[in-house]
């Protein structure tokens, strides 16, 4: 065989294996493409709207229901005091004595005095009605009678000022005096603190205040105490300068006196329902506007996303406000598809049950 047929085989099988590599990459690149076409798969969970309740949690702590400082209203020496610290004190009860001095004597000074005084008034009437005394001498002699009650009741007053009452059942959390000691009008005796029920005291800002109302049912959680049943009571009108918070009070039964006030505490108080969907937190993404949103499968299997506004978190995902009555949510895949991408679906047991 000669050098031309050599070559022209040798170029006859080279043009044969050219072709036949274009048909092999044309293949290849054909299932490619068919490979890209093909849909994402996903697995989606169906979501529906529920109630959701969420409670307001405040930090708390407790107070007494009602304090007041039992002061002298008299001038004089402290002749008893008869109770203790911490001790448990009724309605009327005498809590200290004020030596009685002189003042029985002033009071019965002073009957003498409203007696003779309506003597001589009587007296001076029955004169002028004779012709025999002047308006001048009626009008003195009203004045001294009028004095005269006017004494007997200041030493009446002074009388019933002796002992320093308890206004309220409560407890005496302090006393400031002893026998001997002297005092004058305002001069602290004893501070009595009412503790059934007990105040549970807490701020409220000024986005959820409008949420609360008063006699509202709450649950309030003290120091070691599990929940306690607690009811709104007050709610402020003018939010504090420093805090632009509103205060709010609530009252819980404390008949035993076991809850002691200045306890750290935790108030729950529920607001009024509102429709939701609860989906794990993990199947929510950032959109563009840095805002969160879902993506969720349409009819056709085409994906979309939707906006969605965060409500509340627990245990067993978040809860949202936004989607559809009924929404198939991506909660595996969600980040590797974009919107309007055709995908298939796996349809998973819904997961997030309350």
Not at 132 to 146: K, M
Request: hydrophobic share 45%.
């Amino acid at each position: 065989m000669n050098n031309n047929i050599r070559l022209a085989a040798i170029f006859l099988l080279s043009l044969v294996i050219w072709f036949a590599s274009g048909l092999i990459s044309s293949s290849q690149s054909k299932e490619s493409t068919v490979r890209a076409t093909a849909p994402t798969g996903v697995q989606v969970t169906v979501f529906q709207k529920e109630l959701y309740k969420p409670a307001l949690s405040l930090r708390a702590n407790t107070q007494p229901n009602r304090s007041v400082n039992l002061a002298a209203q008299i001038v004089g020496k402290i002749s008893a005091v008869l109770v203790e610290e911490g001790t448990a004190v009724t309605k009327g009860q005498v809590i200290c004595e004020i030596s009685k001095e002189d003042r029985y004597f002033r009071l019965d000074q002073a009957k003498a005095h409203l007696e003779q005084s309506s003597i001589a008034y009587r007296g001076a009437i029955t004169l002028k009605s004779a012709g025999f005394q002047s308006e001048v001498a009626i009008a003195q002699a009203r004045a001294t009678l009028e004095t005269a009650k006017a004494n007997l009741k200041r030493a009446q007053l002074d009388i019933g000022h002796l002992n320093v009452v308890a206004p309220f059942d409560g407890i005496i959390e302090t006393r400031a005096l002893e026998i001997g000691d002297y005092v004058v009008p305002g001069t602290i005796c004893a501070l009595l603190v009412d503790l059934d029920p007990i105040k549970v005291t807490a701020l409220v800002n000024e986005h959820e205040v409008s949420k609360v109302k008063v006699s509202s049912v709450a649950s309030a959680s003290i120091g070691l105490n599990g929940p306690i049943e607690a009811i709104v009571s007050y709610i402020a009108h003018q939010a504090n300068h420093t805090t632009q918070s509103y205060r709010l009070e609530a009252l819980v039964k404390n008949s035993n006196k076991s809850i002691r006030a200045g306890l750290s505490a935790r108030l729950e108080i529920p607001t009024e329902g509102i429709e939701a969907h609860l989906i794990p937190a993990s199947s929510t993404l950032l959109n563009d506007q840095g805002g969160m949103a879902v993506r969720i499968v349409s009819s056709g299997n085409i994906t979309q996303s939707i906006s969605v506004t965060v409500l509340g978190e627990i245990g067993a995902g978040i809860w949202v406000s936004g989607l559809p009555e009924v929404a198939n949510v991506i909660t595996v895949g969600q980040n590797y598809v974009i919107d309007g991408e055709l995908v298939e679906p796996t349809f998973l047991n819904n997961i997030a049950k309350i």
